[in-house]
């Protein structure tokens, strides 16, 4: 079957006005219009807030009408999907006997801003007489908390798929490499944010030479401890060949370079490369 971007109707929580070709379709989530449903949450990957650029949602394709309920925010963390209390839209559109609907996945973003929120602490100034080494600038312990932590998270958001969703299948994917540079993000809700890769390494004092290999080392550590989740929850699928997709960013560039808008998004064309990844793994699992 053909995989069409026009197939892929993005719709935000708050209202069916928003997303691309939306329009349409105004009677709500189980509208006979969608083939499929999608259950969408994550963070500024998956957010319409994050501008200029679009989102990994928006160039997604699909063989059939596809809606993609798209509960991401800027900033979130799998720490507070997972937590009921302060996400209790999630739980209740999974696991509500009254409220849920069934879906035919459950797509995440979700790991980045955990890694971001505590990189200043997994990112270190080495002891003394140390600092050769790129290790030398991680701490070992702290990095271990972060993957128990995140897969924790995880496992939260996949202990309530309960009733009509309990066999569900959960996808996430796997972030490409970001370079640390003064490029700063822009939210409509936020303004200017970061950077984050970039201040954390130089509160570290850390030689510029080895910040790309110390990123990417972090990087791979986020990516995985959430592929071997795959081998922890049932049913949980992780996109990986998402690395290495995307134009690098360069060194010391502060605005849109490569594949990339700012230090930890990518463009609107970085996305499209991504969704063309994505698309047709999502439609091997729409359609086993």
Not at 32 to 58: M, T
Request: with cysteine; hydrophobic share 40%.
């Amino acid at each position: 079957m053909e995989l069409r971007n026009e197939n892929a109707v993005v719709v935000s929580v708050d209202g069916f006005e928003r997303g691309i070709n939306s329009q349409r379709y105004l009677s709500g989530v189980d509208d006979s219009a969608f083939q499929k449903r999608i259950l969408c949450e994550g963070d500024s990957w998956f957010s319409i807030g994050a501008i200029p650029s679009s989102n990994l949602l928006v160039p997604l394709k699909f063989a059939e009408t596809t809606l993609l309920y798209n509960l991401a925010k800027p900033g979130d963390t799998i720490r507070n999907m997972s937590d009921i209390a302060s996400n209790p839209v999630l739980n209740k559109l999974i696991a509500d006997p009254v409220f849920s609907s069934k879906w035919d996945a459950i797509f995440i973003s979700g790991g980045g801003n955990d890694l971001i929120d505590r990189v200043g602490q997994i990112l270190c100034k080495p002891s003394v007489g140390a600092g050769s080494h790129m290790l030398d600038y991680v701490n070992g312990f702290e990095l271990a908390k972060f993957k128990v932590d995140l897969q924790k998270g995880y496992k939260k958001i996949a202990a309530m798929r309960t009733g009509k969703n309990e066999k569900t299948p959960i996808v996430a994917h796997v972030y490409d490499y970001p370079t640390p540079r003064d490029a700063k993000a822009k939210f409509l809700a936020f303004g200017l944010a970061g950077p984050w890769l970039y201040n954390a390494l130089k509160s570290a004092d850390i030689p510029v030479d080895k910040w790309i290999s110390l990123v990417d080392y972090i990087f791979e550590s986020l990516g995985s401890t959430i592929i071997d989740l795959s081998g922890q929850i049932d049913n949980f699928h992780v996109i990986s060949n998402t690395r290495e997709t995307l134009v690098r960013a360069r060194l010391g560039t502060t605005g849109d370079d490569g594949d990339w808008l700012n230090e930890i998004h990518p463009n609107a064309g970085g996305y499209a490369k991504l969704a063309e990844v994505i698309s047709p793994e999502l439609y091997h699992l729409l359609y086993p």
